[in-house]
């Protein structure tokens, strides 16, 4: 596995929430790194993505409560969730892009109740 998602559960509306992304084995680097959600019958949607040099862009639907972040060092990527809403509910998944290719994680489970 070269990224491996962490940090979903349960959470009630207007809580917080951080996802983790390791990464490993052929992915060298996590300067370009993002975020997609699928909520069930829905079709995979962007969150937010971090860039080589530093700027980040977010969806407006988290924009102002989601924030990304990134550990080159440890390579480790970041999802700081706030003011989560239920229709925040959803399977989070971590995307790398690196030497000119996408690598996915596996996918962490966010529940919001209302």
């Known amino acids: 596995v070269q990224l491996q998602a962490s940090g979903g559960g349960l959470v009630q509306a207007g809580g917080s929430l951080r996802l983790s992304c390791q990464a490993s084995?052929?992915?060298?680097?996590?300067?370009?790194m993002s975020w997609y959600r699928q909520a069930p019958g829905k079709e995979r949607e962007w969150v937010a993505r971090?860039?080589?040099?530093?700027?980040?862009n977010y969806a407006d639907s988290v924009k102002g409560r989601f924030t990304i972040s990134r550990d080159i060092r440890k390579k480790m990527a970041y999802l700081q969730m706030a003011d989560l809403k239920p229709e925040d509910t959803a399977v989070y998944y971590c995307?790398?892009?690196?030497?000119?290719?996408?690598?996915w994680g596996q996918g962490t489970q966010v529940t919001v109740s209302s």
């Open positions: 995307k790398a892009y690196n030497r000119g290719a996408d690598y």
């Open positions: 084995g052929f992915i060298s680097s996590v300067n370009y």
């Open positions: 971090i860039i080589p040099s530093g700027e980040a």
